[in-house]
Nanobody, 127 residues
Framework: QVQLVESGGGLVQAGDSLRLSCAAS????????MGWFRRFPGKEREIVAA????????SGTISVTDRFTVSKDKAKNMLYLQMNSLKPEDTAVYYC????????????????????WGQGTQVTVSS
């Protein structure tokens, strides 16, 4: 099992930046992909960013917007999401996720293809 704990959410104003952190523990050797999803109120979860956990630092990094950057620190088992120029429409619960395969990033946008989920952290952006 892998445990994921997010931190860094909060209330910010439009245009601000925020960095989310995710601490992974447990059988992290089973992780080949890590990423972030978000859920808007009343909607399905959507992928935000993902990374090839076992690849070189800059390989296999995917993000849905250039305002967000995902990065990893394997030595610390940490995943980060740097969010810049935040907008009110970015308001959501953000989840850290991990999975046992990477498969060149196939199906990263499918929630059921991720094996482990954190409890989520709320990000609220006021206008």
């Amino acid at each position: 099992q892998v445990q994921l704990v997010e931190s860094g959410g909060g209330l910010v104003q439009a245009g601000d930046s925020l960095r989310l952190s995710c601490a992974a523990s447990g059988r992290t050797v089973n992780m080949y992909g890590m990423g972030w999803f978000r859920r808007f109120p009343g909607k399905e979860r959507e992928i935000v960013a993902a990374v090839n956990w076992n690849g070189p630092s800059t390989s296999g990094t995917i993000s849905v917007t250039d305002r967000f950057t995902v990065s990893k620190d394997k030595a610390k088992n940490m995943l980060y999401l740097q969010m810049n120029s935040l907008k009110p429409e970015d308001t959501a619960v953000y989840y850290c996720v991990a999975r046992r395969t990477w498969s060149n990033g196939a199906d990263i946008n499918v929630p059921s293809r991720w094996d482990y989920w954190g409890q989520g952290t709320q990000v609220t952006v006021s206008s």
